[in-house]
Nanobody, 123 residues
Framework: EVQLQASGGGLVQPGGSLKLSCAAS????????IAWFRQAPGKEREAISC????????YYADSVKGRFTISRDNAKNTVYLQMNSLKPDDTAVYYC????????????????WGQGTLVTVSS
């Protein structure tokens, strides 16, 4: 069974830090790029970071660049998001997403989503 389980959320004060984890199972983890999305109440879902299947390439949205760091440990089938200098605007449910294309070269996109973990930044 395919699973993506996000964890590590909680309540933190502005300026604080959290480290989120996304544990994967049921598929070949190192074939998939992993992304973190977030959705705040009343706002659209936002892609904030992603990492290639090998970990060689990363992407950060401007809203989190310089504050968040994505990493992966393929031996543990886990992706991390280190979140520093947290702001109230970072309050959201954070989701991990796994994506690949089937076969060699071009193929249909295969996309998996986790349940999400809530991050609340408040004093």
């Amino acid at each position: 069974e395919v699973q993506l389980q996000a964890s590590g959320g909680g309540l933190v004060q502005p300026g604080g830090s959290l480290k989120l984890s996304c544990a994967a199972s049921g598929f070949t983890f190192d074939d998939y790029a992993i992304a973190w999305f977030r959705q705040a109440p009343g706002k659209e879902r936002e892609a904030i970071s992603c990492i290639s299947s090998s970990g060689e390439s990363t992407y950060y949205a401007d809203s989190v660049k310089g504050r968040f760091t994505i990493s992966r440990d393929n031996a543990k089938n886990t992706v991390y998001l280190q979140m520093n200098s947290l702001k109230p605007d970072d309050t959201a449910v954070y989701y991990c997403n796994a994506r690949t294309r089937e076969g060699k070269g071009w193929g249909q996109i295969i996309d998996y989503w986790g349940q999400g973990t809530l991050v609340t930044v408040s004093s």
